[in-house]
């Protein structure tokens, strides 16, 4: 990481725990000032307790509306803020579950909008900032068993290249991180194989490595990210026949 991280201050939202947490350790080993939120307070102190430079913890819950304001306005200025925020059940269509389903677009999808309302304005104000959200390579096509969770993070993905097509050239970075299955309580949930799945801490070295670039967007593991983006070329007739469940 270049000098110019050192000192800086980045909001982490979803840090408590898997991805977030792994990516708070890694920064603040790297002499960034980090803001920790989630909503469990504990967790979030005992983490900012073990970073070697001070983290300021503020709880938040990002499907509440007030909840977020108040965040925003604890966490004062910032120069980036970092969304990992996010929740998942395996659900198939046929085994809809009407809570699970309007959490999932609720922590995912609006709760990320809810942060942006506040944040986008401010940092195009002053034409500086660093947006960075979290996709996933369930979000490139629609998937069996995905209900919920990948329609989320579509709109999340599609949100964050909406920013980029409107800030490009302005001091405001965003960016698209992408992971595919990480080893997390969520993944936890999965009783099918997972290929190419990675621990948390592997997942974070590929935000680190996207958030040093200039580069938008970042997939990984890089070959599973290749074969489900390149689905997206694949016709109907032949897309659903090879990935979609019969029956």
Known sequence: MTTDWIGKRYWIIGASEGIG???????????VNLVLSARSTDRLEELAASLPRKADVVPVDVTDAASVKAAVEAVGEI??????????????AKDWNADQVETMFDVNLMGAARVLGHVVPWFVARDRGHIV????LAGY?????????????????SLGESLQA??????????IASPGFVKTRLTDKNDFKMPFIMTPEEAAHEYVELMMSDAMSRSF??????????????????YFPLFARKG
């Open 166 to 175: 409107d800030l490009r050239g302005t001091g405001v970075k965003v960016q």
């Open 79 to 92: 120069d980036g803020v970092v969304y990992v925020s996010g929740t998942y059940w395996p659900m198939t």
């Open 21 to 31: 947490r792994a990516l708070a350790e890694r920064l603040g080993a790297l002499g």
């Open 141 to 157: 096509r629609g998937l069996p068993g995905a209900i919920g969770y990948g329609a989320s993070k579509a709109g999340l993905m």
């Open 133 to 136: 959200l979290t996709g996933s």
């Open 221 to 238: 593991p890089t070959l599973f990210s290749w074969i489900l983006r390149l689905t997206q070329l694949l016709p109907d007739w032949i």
